[in-house]
């Protein structure tokens, strides 16, 4: 039996210390380039931090397998036995232009199941952690089990594609969600979007595509808070798949389902 209490301390240890070299790294002139298109930016400090990890994990682990956004990882197409999923930073575009709203992430799986799961908030140093089934935590402090409010007091967020046009999604549907809620938010980092949902900082998130390093470690925490997550479908999320995704307190996530998206 993996010991998860070690693989957990090991994890933030590296966390840790890719963080402080991040906000060291805030005085060097960054490299960026774009990937899939003009505004999806990699950095020298994506890469290097994805490395780093790496480069800790197979030498302490050598029989884990690692899924990284940025590629230097295994070319992984099952979740058999351990996998490391890592975005070494979620929120490049923060990153680059504000320095700050991007996190370090880390979701660590056994046969599929999630085991293990850290956000690291580099500039607030705010480490959101779990371990199944012993609690979520924000660094000390112990997440308390969620509580619904009433949509009318929800603070939810959305990306910017609700107000577009997609072939993937009916977005006239979101229009009565946004009026409906107390107010809506858009933080431009996935992860710790999941982390303020895990934490009660919003009621919930709705997002059109991410993929399994965006959502590994956030759906972790969400499990050990009594968080409901799946696709926008209502579906169960496919951990090595890109997903429309839809995580909230569970009276949130029924009322939004079946009163506004029709399923
Ligand atoms: P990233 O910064 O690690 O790429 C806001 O854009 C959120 O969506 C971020 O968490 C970002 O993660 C994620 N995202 C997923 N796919 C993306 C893409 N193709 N371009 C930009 N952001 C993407
Ligand atoms: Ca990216
Ligand atoms: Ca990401
Ligand atoms: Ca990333």
Redesign the pocket.
Known sequence: MANWSKIESDAKTWIYAAGETIRQSFQNVLQIQSK?NP??LVTNMDKETEQYLISKINETYPEHRILG?EGFGHDIQSLEGIVWIV?P?????NFVHQQRNFAISIGIYEDGVGQVGLIYDVVHDELYHAVKGKGAYMNDYRLPELKDVPLNQAVIAL?ATWVMENKRFDHNLLVPVAKAVRGTRSY????LEFAYVASGRLDAYITL???PW?FAAGLILLDEVGAKATTLDGEKINLIGQNSIFVAKKGIHSTILKDYLHK
């Open positions: 899939s505004d999806d956004e975005d930073i979620d929120g490049t575009m990306n431009g980092s996935a992860t595509r991410l993929a965006d």
